[in-house]
């Protein structure tokens, strides 16, 4: 199975830890979205697209990226996040929508928490420190070997 990852992580490169599990399972490369052409999504037969939560949704890098690639055929998917806030999974629904619309096939869905620093955290010293961390990789090792199943 031909799998590829497309993700942004910058602040503390949580999202990076979790993909850098999925690649090593799945046998994928990562790539940002500004690296990531529509031919090359062709080619894969999994995709997981994933970033940190900001302000509830996925970074606006990764959306607008969903937002110009090409329609599919039924193709499978999966979607990914960190994040401080704890809302997990509940803040991948404007990513899926897009997605789905696009006729992916969202099979899973995985959200660990991150260390955030953003906005007023930084003032306190930050959120959720030491996150993602060993229990966040073992449970994204497991979600990725589910997937490899799948597929």
Known sequence: MSSLLVMVSYHHNNTEKIAEVFARVLDA??????????????QHELLGFGSGIYF?????D??????????????KAFIFSTSGDGRGIRS?????????????????????????????MKLVGGIKKGRPGA?????AEEFAKKLRVQS
């Not at 990764?62 to 193709?75: E, G, Q």
């Not at 404007?94 to 789905?100: A, H, I, V, Y």
Request: positive net charge; proline residues 1%.
């Open 135 to 139: 229990v966040d990789l073992e449970q």
């Open 29 to 42: 490369k990562i790539k940002t979205p500004t690296e990531t052409t529509a031919d090359e999504l062709q």
């Open 92 to 120: 991948h629904t404007r990513l899926r929508r897009k997605l789905e619309s696009k006729g992916y096939k969202v099979v899973d869905e995985f959200s660990c928490a991150g260390f955030d620093t953003f906005s007023l």
């Open 56 to 60: 509830g949704k996925h970074h606006k």
């Open 62 to 75: 990764l959306l607008k990226f969903a937002d110009r690639i090409s329609k599919v055929d039924n193709r």
